[in-house]
């Protein structure tokens, strides 16, 4: 539901720009306090940590009445939703992958809610596998992974209800298309790997007390599920113990079906890889790598060997082979050693493919098992591309490309010709050709180059006054590298610019990048980001009062935290399930797994004095002239709890001075975004595009007259 009750509201009149007036609901102090070595830290909004209380409850329901009736007033709105829904009207793919006798690939019509995935093979037709459109009345229950056995006859799949991390597992006869078992429960952050078709591995948490939503989950543990047997019995595997206790923890199986690889982690970053033989119940575990400080995973195997990514001694990452008898780190040797630039390899066809960013773009280079360079593969632009993998003996793969402006399209490629074919390209109401890409360099405060990709339509004048939205992440060694997505098509047909510069926190030039944004050199990520800013505003491709910021997750603490900084830089801000409290954040959920990028309050003083400074939640400031902000958050968010925006939210409505308004969208029976029904995302980038023009001062939508008022 858009509406709720408005429950009682304080007499708090502000006007913003175009003279409409937000009349906030009230929001009740109830202080806290806590001592960080002799500091004592006042939170006056703790109790909107507690999500099952009907007091939170009715806040929530009084914020989104307040939010969604401006919203619905801005008059293009509805404009943006009907262009919006137009251009997602087009059919999606995603690349076939093989499994037994048939080819399986995801579609989308047009407007379904959730991805459909199809099958075919040589002797039948295409036909719906799963319909995850089905699964709930209202959309929000998602499909969330597939894992079939080795030969194909079985598989398990997992669904998401209303956005959650914790998961419920189905086991399907793949040939049938009937359940064949009681649904398995209560698993999060979990692959489902098989042992040959017998059963399969899983991990989980143990469900916590109070809230699934808030409550503490850190140790992470391995099971092993014996098809036709009760949940209940299953083995465990790896973890439950207080010497073993990793957040994360994960398992592969190798080629032969006779190995268990397991994948064991105290954060985001770095992970010790252990071993087991599974003919051999009571071997022990061997350890492979036995340090946390670095990361290893296994890409492939064969009779002799493990193929292991890894970025120890190789902060760009190699990729090595271990022999199973030996897999210790001192006996490997490098397949395709580190280089200059960062290394994504797959495999598939009996080849190895290796993907590197250069500068956030991709290139990709064939190598066969001995690391012999077999040649590069030449792609269809400038862009990102995603594939290559598939079985050793697999005459066909397939991988897709895209960019900013450019829709995914799916490419065949025969390794053992080397050859290239248009595989499938969707039909959509956007001209690619019409809008240009252009990567430039700009100098961070300390002196750092930094790339930027700038995206906007050909011809357009840089005169200041453009629309632009400046989006970043700067985290968990992620890379944001070209991807094509409607919301920003619709922006750009705005007149629109869509600016994404590659900050420090990320992954797109190795781990000294992604360690150079970390902890006590986390302000780093946001001089990023504010000096991309100031490149927008000094090469007049816009300026502060035309200049949105916009990220979620960890991009949302880059959203606050630059707000909270330099306020008059930006016209609009659009933090989004943002990590907002840095003082509690570990105290959530899996939360405790992100110390390795942020350090917590804990730890030591210096930290904790780092930390509140840069807070978000704890650098809102009476009397400052915050930009006009949209917060947007899910009820089920159970990764970066709602409470982080719940408090920024009502900080900001408290102290902001001046008219523009403070907001919060809180979407309910939705989570952290994966598995967001087409419907309501459609809605949720309506109001945002909305909130932000309108706040620039647009009375109509600029690509009608580039009129500003004001």
Request: hydrophobic residues 30%.
């Amino acid at each position: 539901m858009r509406r709720y009750l408005i429950g009682i509201l304080a007499i708090v009149i502000l006007a913003c720009q175009n003279q409409k007036t937000v009349t906030y609901p009230e929001t009740i102090k109830k202080p806290v306090t806590d001592n960080y070595f002799d500091t004592t830290v006042t939170d006056n909004y703790r109790w909107l940590e507690d999500d099952l209380s009907e007091e939170t409850t009715q806040w929530v329901g009084q914020q989104n009445e307040v939010t969604y009736s401006y919203l619905e007033d801005i008059p293009y709105r509805s404009r943006l939703a009907e262009r919006l829904e137009s251009l997602w009207n087009y059919e999606k793919q995603s690349a076939p992958f093989k499994e037994g006798d048939f080819i399986y690939y995801y579609k989308n019509s047009g407007l379904q809610n959730q991805y459909v995935l199809y099958r075919k093979s040589e002797t039948t037709p295409e036909e719906v596998f799963l319909d995850p459109n089905t699964f709930s009345e209202d959309g929000t229950t998602s499909l969330a992974g597939v894992s079939f056995s080795r030969d194909g006859k079985t598989v398990a799949y997992s669904i998401s209800e209303g956005g959650s991390d914790w998961r419920k597992v189905i086991v399907m006869d793949a040939l049938t298309k009937t359940i064949v078992e009681d649904t398995l429960v209560d698993i999060k952050f979990s692959g489902l790997t098989w042992k040959n078709n017998e059963g399969f591995f899983y991990s989980s948490y143990d469900k916590p007390d109070g809230s699934a939503l808030t409550q503490k989950t850190d140790q992470h543990k391995l099971y092993y599920h014996r098809l036709g047997t009760a949940q209940a019995k299953d083995e465990l595997v790896f973890g439950g113990t207080s010497e073993q206790k990793n957040r994360y923890v994960g398992a592969d199986v190798s080629e032969d079906g006779e190995y268990l690889l397991i994948s064991a982690a105290e954060s985001t970053s770095g992970n010790k890889l252990f071993l087991k033989n599974l003919n051999a119940s009571k071997t022990p575990l061997i350890a492979i790598s036995s340090s946390y400080a670095h990361d290893t995973y296994m890409l492939d195997s064969d009779e002799r060997y493990l193929y292991l990514v890894t970025n120890l001694d190789a902060p760009h990452q190699r990729l090595v082979r271990a022999p199973i008898n030996r897999p210790q780190e001192a006996n490997w040797e490098d397949v395709i050693p580190e280089k200059e630039h960062v290394l994504s390899p797959s495999a598939g066809g009996g080849y190895f493919f290796a993907e590197y960013m250069i500068d956030a773009i991709s290139r990709v280079y064939q190598y066969d098992y001995k690391g012999s360079l077999l040649g590069e593969i030449e792609l269809p632009g400038l862009g990102s591309v995603s594939g290559f993998g598939g079985e050793k003996d697999q005459e066909t793969l397939y991988y897709s490309f895209s960019n900013y402006h450019s829709p995914g399209r799916i490419y065949a490629y025969n390794p053992n010709e080397k050859t290239n074919v248009l595989y499938w390209s969707p039909t959509i109401d956007f001209d690619p050709d019409a809008y240009v890409s252009k990567q430039v360099f700009y100098t961070s405060k300390d002196g750092t180059k930094v790339p930027m990709i700038i995206t906007h339509k050909k011809g357009l004048a840089y005169n200041g006054k453009n629309p632009t939205i400046l989006y970043g992440y700067g985290g968990f060694n992620i890379s944001i590298t070209p991807r094509f997505s409607v919301t920003n098509a619709v922006w750009m047909e705005q007149g629109g610019v869509y600016a994404v510069p590659n900050i420090r926190g990320g992954g797109e030039y190795g781990k000294a990048w992604h360690q150079a944004g970390t902890k006590m050199q986390k302000q780093n990520v946001f001089d990023d980001f504010i000096a991309a800013a100031e490149y927008l505003h000094q090469e007049k491709i816009t300026q502060p009062k035309y200049l949105a910021i916009r990220g979620g997750s960890n991009g949302g603490l880059l959203v606050g935290a630059c707000m909270t900084q330099r306020p008059e830089l930006f016209k609009v801000a659009l933090p989004a399930v943002g990590v907002l409290d840095m003082l509690r954040y570990h105290t959530f959920t899996a939360g405790a797994g992100w110390a390795y990028d942020y350090g917590t309050s804990e730890e030591s003083e210096e930290m904790f004095q780092y930390l509140k400074n840069y807070s978000p939640v704890h650098n809102v400031t009476a009397g400052t002239r915050y930009p006009a902000t949209l917060i947007t958050t899910g009820d089920h968010d159970d990764r970066v709890v709602p409470a982080h925006s719940f408090k920024f939210a009502a900080e900001l409505q408290e102290k902001q001075t001046g008219g523009a308004p403070v907001l919060i969208r809180i979407e309910t029976n939705a989570g952290h975004g994966a598995g967001t029904p087409i419907s309501k995302t459609i809605d949720q980038y309506a109001d945002i595009f909305g909130f932000t023009l309108y706040n620039m001062g647009y009375e109509v939508l600029p690509e009608k007259t580039g009129k500003i008022k004001g």
